[in-house]
């Protein structure tokens, strides 16, 4: 029975995986998909805030350089010996010019926004002019500075300056920290000065505020993951436990069939062994006792006779004794397949001349008593109340009986060939719901638990178990050396008990008869 079971084994497991598998491709297939599509759209969001934030950036830096031109322009207003010469840098600056200049890079070196908000002033050839937050800068010739990625930043404001005002990227130190910071630069020329004038916003705020944003949209990636993840291990445990379940119910299945074809076998055995008795004793018995009958005549024809023969006397005398040896070890083998007394008289009767039998066969003392209700009698009757309670004919059903007396049989048996005990006692105890019987002995006992793991012992007490299992019972063992109890319980219903006692009585009529 091992390959077919192995086979659904195989079987189950294929059809788990074959379910498993799709389902958990899926759910890696989508989160393969989910994460995608959302990277794609934190990578759209991060580069749409950017645009807005520099936008509005943008927006603010041209606000705050118009303010600026806008404070300068009174100063800058064109005058007659100013347009003498489309160059100012070829004449001699006039002095009120000059004045006019210094008056401009005043007003614009008071005027600020923030605490990194400032305008500085270049002239067109990379010399600093003004600049408020870093006076040192002052007069110094930039043209050639460098970043640390090596571009050349005043070139590049000049060069936008040049083109009619733009906007720059580049690092440069912010005030409040000391650091270099990217900036975002908006400048444009004053031509008739020679002018560069411009102001930038720093972009360390809006990177963090972007990082900050797409720290939240992966961690919301992450999220989505994790659920997926856990939807996924929330699948396979319901098919895990879909599975359990139905390993369960196929289990108890087949251990509830595998019960009932073991009760039917040992069914059928005691059949098997009832019709053997009953043949034996009814077929064989009977034609030995025949021949038996007509060797004894023809023996006392040959006393009874004038002439004698010794010899023949002899042969017929020992041909008697052997005939009743076999007679005596039919009856026996007959009486061990299935004592008539069990189906006659009943159990209590049965475990009585057990008992009997076996303490002549071993020389061991073994008693026997029963206690409650006497199966075969009434509640209330008397012990000469009628035929039936006379017979001791046994109310239980035969299922009962037979697994009992087996029981009384296997575990008085174990006793005297294993035990090594002096003493035994064996108990019926009949209750309105369920018989008890207990076999004792001071024998040198034994581990229960190791008899009961070891698949090469512990047999015996395997059968009792999984005879008392079929009617619903239970065994029980406890041995230590000079005491050791065997106790089965098995129950009994009214319906049963009233059927098997109709029976017993009909028994109990047709042996009276």
Not at 31 to 42: D, F, H, K, M, Y
Not at 101 to 126: C, E
Not at 274 to 286: F, N, P, V, Y
Not at 301 to 329: C, I, N, Q, W
């Amino acid at each position: 029975m091992s390959a077919p079971f192995f086979f659904n084994d195989r079987l189950k497991t294929k059809i788990f995986l074959l379910a498993v598998v799709p389902f958990l491709a899926a759910i890696a297939s989508i989160g393969i998909g989910v994460r995608q599509q959302a990277t794609a759209l934190a990578r759209t969001q991060h580069a749409t805030m950017q645009a807005a934030y520099l936008s509005s950036k943008e927006v603010e830096l041209r606000h705050y350089v118009e303010l600026a031109t806008s404070a300068i322009a009174p100063l800058y207003a064109p005058e007659a010996s100013d347009n003498a010469t489309d160059s100012a840098a070829a004449l001699p600056v006039p002095a009120d010019l000059a004045a006019r200049q210094r008056a401009a890079l005043t007003v614009l070196q008071k005027m600020g926004f923030g605490p990194d908000g400032y305008f500085f002033v270049y002239d067109m050839r990379g010399r600093s002019l003004m600049h408020p937050r870093e006076p040192g800068l002052v007069g110094q010739d930039l043209w050639n500075l460098r970043d640390p990625q090596g571009a050349l930043t005043i070139q590049q404001l000049v060069t936008a300056a040049s083109h009619g005002g733009g906007f720059v990227r580049y690092m440069w130190h912010r005030p409040s920290t000391g650091k270099l910071a990217p900036k975002l630069g908006y400048v444009v020329a004053l031509p008739r000065w020679g002018w560069m004038i411009g102001t930038g916003l720093y972009l360390d705020d809006v990177e963090s505020t972007l990082a900050r944003t797409d720290e939240r949209a992966s961690a919301n990636i992450e999220r989505t993951l994790q659920w997926l993840g856990i939807i996924a291990l929330a699948g396979v445990g319901v098919f895990a436990l879909g599975a359990l379940v139905l390993n369960v119910s196929e289990y108890r299945n087949t251990d509830a069939k595998l019960k009932r074809l073991a009760q039917q076998v040992v069914q059928s055995q005691e059949q098997e062994r009832a019709r053997l008795s009953r043949e034996l004793h009814d077929g064989i018995s009977q034609m030995l006792v025949s021949a038996k009958l007509l060797l004894e005549s023809a023996l006392a024809r040959f006393e009874r006779g004038e002439a004698r023969v010794s010899a023949a006397e002899a042969s017929l005398s020992t041909g008697l004794a052997r005939l009743s040896d076999t007679l005596r070890e039919v009856r026996r083998i007959s009486h061990a397949l299935r004592p008539a007394m069990l189906d006659d008289l009943g159990l209590a009767a049965a475990l009585e001349q057990l008992t009997r039998e076996l303490a002549e066969e071993s020389e061991m003392t073994i008693g026997f008593t029963q206690s409650g209700a006497k199966p075969g009698t009434r509640p209330g009757a008397k012990p000469d109340d009628g035929a039936l309670s006379n017979l001791g004919a046994a109310p239980l059903p035969d299922a009962v009986n037979t697994a009992l007396f087996r029981i009384a049989q296997e575990a008085l048996t174990n006793i005297v060939k294993h035990a090594g005990a002096r003493r035994a006692a064996l108990t019926l105890d009949v209750a309105p719901h369920g018989v008890t019987l207990a076999i004792a002995d001071n024998g040198r006992g034994f581990e229960v638990a190791h008899a009961l793991a070891d698949p090469r012992a512990g047999m015996g007490l395997r059968n009792m178990r999984e005879r008392l299992e079929t009617l619903g019972g239970r065994l029980s063992v406890s041995s230590k050396p000079g005491h050791t109890v065997v106790e089965a319980w098995v129950p009994i219903r009214p319906a049963n008990t009233a059927s098997a006692t109709a029976r017993g009585a009909g028994a109990a009529s047709d042996a009276a008869h």
